[in-house]
């Protein structure tokens, strides 16, 4: 998968990374950012989900099982998976490549729930992404037990071959209004391509030029 970089003047190419999601869930997926060689893009085989790598943000875990998930966490620098304040998870589920957005998100909400009953949720606006099934959801839980509270806004789309989900994160305080602004505007830059289709450098070219920041 490609993945677009905020830098400028970089040349980038995909490579596979794999991470975690947020310390409140930790559910397997799949995904992957970029390196930055002086080599320019490469796409994988096939589906690629385009993400932004947010200048400033470093990858911090990843992991992967082969056919299932692979799953990876950014935090700004300064930042750490133990410590972080802001946090972006990029993930792919292949095993759910059939689950619609909505059911995905409903499954979530009931785990969050359950290990922490506090947990409210809210259904956000959310157009098909490219032409796939999508849905965006805002989970706040202001505490758990020993652990800090957790804000995230969390994307769904219904790949050809994955259920993808990019989640953006903060904790422990809620996201301020222009925060959670941003976030929305970070992720209704999220796509999808296909090699197979040929479409792929247009629709890169196209997340490019809208960068949220």
């Known amino acids: 998968m490609r993945h677009h970089d905020e830098g400028k003047g970089l040349n980038k190419v995909a490579c596979p990374l794999f991470l975690a999601p947020p310390a409140l869930y930790r559910v397997l997926a799949i995904a992957w950012l970029i390196c930055v060689p002086p080599l320019g893009w490469a796409f994988s085989p096939g589906e690629n989900l385009l993400v932004a790598f947010p200048k400033g943000y470093k990858v911090v875990f990843t992991d ?65 992404i490219n032409n796939r099934p999508a849905a965006r959801f805002y989970f706040y839980n202001p505490d758990c037990g020993a652990r800090p509270g957790e804000s995230i806004v969390v994307q769904v789309v219904q790949g050809n071959g994955a259920l993808h989900s990019v989640q953006y994160a903060w904790r422990p305080m809620p996201p301020s209004e222009q925060e959670l602004q941003e976030a929305n505007a970070y992720l209704d830059r999220t796509g999808l391509c296909d090699t197979r289709l040929g479409d792929c450098e247009e629709k890169l070219n196209r997340t490019g030029k809208s960068r949220p920041h």
Not at 103 to 110: I, T, Y
């Open 64 to 128: 992967a099982k082969k056919g299932v998930s692979q799953i990876m966490e950014l935090v700004p620098e300064g930042q750490t998976v133990e410590n972080w304040k802001r946090m972006i998870t990029v993930q792919d589920l292949y095993t759910l490549s059939k689950m619609d957005p909505n059911q995905f998100a409903d499954l979530l909400a009931a785990r969050f729930q359950k290990q922490c009953p506090k947990t409210e949720v809210s259904k956000l606006p959310q157009a098909s």
